[in-house]
């Protein structure tokens, strides 16, 4: 087991209330835990959003074209610490100022690995300047690419398998953001469990 599948995640209810706590790894087997996690969307100044093509050691959805980075938050950390630090880590880049657009709850269930995702998700949205560093860590990301958000969404409906589960409900609550909170670097975000979708998603998360 590699070090990040033993750190610890915080066990919500389906409004995003804490009751617990339990390693990534445990948490991610069938039938799944519902824990807190985080999506962040890095959008550049023309509207494009940055994408990364999930390493092939991942043990969740590997070589699936997901959001800018993602994680979870351990118990008592901030979404905006956990965010930049998994930004640093995944993609050597940030801080930067995030602010939550949207909550949803989903559940996916990964073919080639027999991981289960059940996690009540905080979608973050960041500005990304163009002189910003981008250093992806090839333990984390095989390729990187921008898109337009709109059009991404058109093609998570024709080839949904070539994207991560969640990828489509985080670009919907770019595009519909609802419950929006600033985010400060360092602050904590209170969840706006009103706005999160508590079925089922299907492959592209909408």
Do not use: I
Request: hydrophobic content about 35%; charged content about 25%; glycine content about 8%.
């Amino acid at each position: 087991m590699n070090t990040r599948e033993e750190h610890l995640v915080e066990l919500v209810d389906e409004t995003g209330k804490a009751h617990g706590e339990m390693t990534v790894a445990a948490a991610h087997q069938p039938p799944g835990q519902l824990h807190r996690a985080f999506s962040v969307l890095l959008v550049d100044p023309d509207g494009q959003v940055l994408l990364q093509r999930r390493a092939a050691v991942k043990t969740r959805f590997p070589l699936r074209w997901a959001n800018s980075c993602c994680g979870h938050p351990r118990p008592g950390e901030s979404l905006t610490e956990a965010a930049n630090r998994r930004l640093r880590e995944e993609l050597g880049t940030g801080p930067v100022e995030l602010t939550e657009v949207g909550v949803y709850v989903y559940y996916a269930e990964d073919p080639a690995t027999g991981r289960v995702e059940f996690e009540y998700d905080h979608v973050l949205r960041g500005d990304f300047l163009p002189a910003a560093p981008l250093l992806p860590s090839p333990d984390e990301v095989a390729e990187l690419r921008w898109a337009d958000p709109a059009a991404l969404e058109a093609e998570l409906d024709v080839d949904p398998r070539s994207y991560a589960p969640w990828l489509g409900g985080v670009v919907n609550r770019l595009l519909r953001p609802s419950g929006a909170t600033p985010a400060a670097p360092g602050s904590a975000v209170t969840p706006p469990g009103s706005s999160a979708d508590d079925t089922a998603e299907r492959p592209g998360g909408r």
